[in-house]
């Protein structure tokens, strides 16, 4: 019997992979994680039946969180991640030499445990000595943190269950307390085909708190729609003028210096959020 998982977008549109199995599955007190083994794209974690991230395909993702604000910021020393608990983006953090500390604040250790065993290529940073890792709500670390990062990048859940109060512009306001004085931060903003009013909303909320708000994209295919938008508010420094010079050589597989600036080149449906 062949088994596909499904998740469904609309209640007429959904993503679909074949499933050889089911490596681990559990109710934690936050969300339902199963951790499946696919035919295409190798070990997926879901989360509440959405896809967070897949073997094949997580390197658009974590290296589009994390490289595109640490070539912005000129010199980035302590980072924050809210969410992130399968480690892909603080894999990608850690390759920047001038990053010093790099902190993850994780809502559910389940996330984070079921990620070091069954998907090992993404989790491979924890041990890194300049990762400290909270298992804890990272809006009440926020509205608790004064002037503290460079840069915060939000690698959070959907709007649903714990992440609904990282959507709302209260926690943007937040961040931009959390932030140095010349800090930024990105925030994945999901998909402009089913969420535009969602992606709308953010945009505007943050264009009210910090003088430079951009949108960049990058393509996703597990996830709905397969084009994948992220917020960026900055309090001085501007993606789109990235002084040459700051950009180094870094291992990737989706991440450019060309990309960095062609992530922000939006398609007219999509630019037209911002407005
Ligand atoms: N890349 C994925 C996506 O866009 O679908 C998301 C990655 S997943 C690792 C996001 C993580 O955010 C989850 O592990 C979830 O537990 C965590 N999370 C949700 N709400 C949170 C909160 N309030 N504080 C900290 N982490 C939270």
Request: proline share 5%; aromatic share 10%.
């Amino acid at each position: 019997m062949e088994l596909w998982y499904t998740e469904k977008q609309t209640e007429n549109y959904g993503i679909t992979a074949k499933i050889k199995r089911s490596l681990a599955t559990e109710e934690t007190p936050y969300q339902k994680l199963d951790m499946l083994e696919t035919e295409e794209f190798g070990n997926m974690l879901t989360l509440d039946g959405m896809v967070m991230t897949t073997e094949r395909d997580e390197f658009v993702y974590h290296e589009m969180v994390a490289h595109v604000p640490l070539f912005t910021h000129p010199h980035p020393k302590h980072v924050l991640v809210v969410g992130g608990g399968d480690g892909g983006v603080i894999r990608e953090v850690v390759k920047h030499p001038e990053v010093e500390k790099v902190t993850l604040v994780e809502i559910d250790g389940s996330v984070i445990e079921h990620s070091k065993k069954f998907l090992p290529t993404i989790a491979s940073a924890f041990d890194d000595p300049k990762v400290e890792v909270i298992v804890g709500d990272g809006f009440m670390h926020i509205a608790e943190s004064r002037e503290a990062y460079d840069v915060i990048m939000v690698d959070s859940t959907e709007p649903v269950g714990p992440a609904v109060k990282l959507f709302e512009k209260g926690f943007y306001e937040g961040l931009s307390r959390a932030l140095k004085e010349d800090g930024l931060f990105i925030a994945q903003t999901d998909n402009p085909w089913f969420k535009a009013d969602l992606i709308r909303q953010v945009y505007s909320d943050v264009k009210e708190i910090f003088p430079i708000t951009r949108l960049y994209t990058a393509n996703v295919p597990t996830y709905p729609s397969g084009l994948w938008t992220f917020t960026m508010g900055s309090k001085k420094h501007d993606p789109l003028e990235v002084n040459e010079a700051r950009f180094h050589d870094i291992e990737t597989k989706y991440y450019t210096k060309a990309l960095h600036k062609a992530a922000f080149v939006l398609p007219k449906f999509v630019e037209d959020l911002t407005k």
